[in-house]
């Protein structure tokens, strides 16, 4: 059985004393056992929210880091740090870093290694553009990544992480995929990872859906096979939404 994951990704949004506050209404509402809660602050709050969710179930994320464990890269954040402070996940290789930072499946591939090697669980994000979708290149792209991403990984390794399906047209535009759209990739996500890695590591790898999820679709997509879980933006930054995905998946 595959543990529903809930991660609410909040950019670059709140200062610190906002997210302690958002992470403290967080870890007081109800936790359901059946369901994962991770919440992903940007780097200048990791500390505070990691220690505001201390002992409860609500596990802290990065949104990103470098692969390096320290060195001479400015303005970068190592592995090391991330553990340090406090973080149990990191997001990887999400579209605004692909699109706006320039990261590849190589980048994303050596990140994926260096959060393993420091017992961090990567969420890595795959996901085509609207271009790639209406070329019919959907499967191809989310293939292409996935396999990038987690080259040289043990089947085990996979097993272990998360994999974010995000289609780029969807990502706060209000355009959702609909429940069997991001079914159907889903799945296509799972059949690539067995094919690459064996049956076992693909029943266990659990795959999230991301775009525009909110309270009103989070219970239909949720209820899909080979959804398990969302990994949510906008929605994730109010309590109200937050908490009515998380509502969604309970049902
Ligand atoms: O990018 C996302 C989460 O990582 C999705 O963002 P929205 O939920 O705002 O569409």
Known sequence: MRKTIIAGNWKMHKTIAEAVTLAEAIKSQNPNPSL???????????????KAVQGSPVAVAAQNMHWEVQGAFTGEVSPAMVKDAGCKY???????????????????????????THELIPIVCVGETLEQREAGQTEDVVATQTKGGLAGLSAQEVADLVIAYEPVWAIGTGRTASDDDAQQVNAYIRSVVAEVFGTEAAEAVRIQYGGSVKPSNAKNLLAKGDIDGALVGGASLKIEDFQGIIDGAKA
């Open 90 to 116: 990191v997001v990887l290789g999400h579209s605004e870093r692909r699109q706006y930072f320039g990261e590849t499946d190589e980048t994303v591939n050596k990140k994926v290694k260096a959060a393993i």
């Open 36 to 50: 994962e809660i991770v919440i992903c602050p940007p780097f200048t709050a990791l500390t505070e929210v990691a």
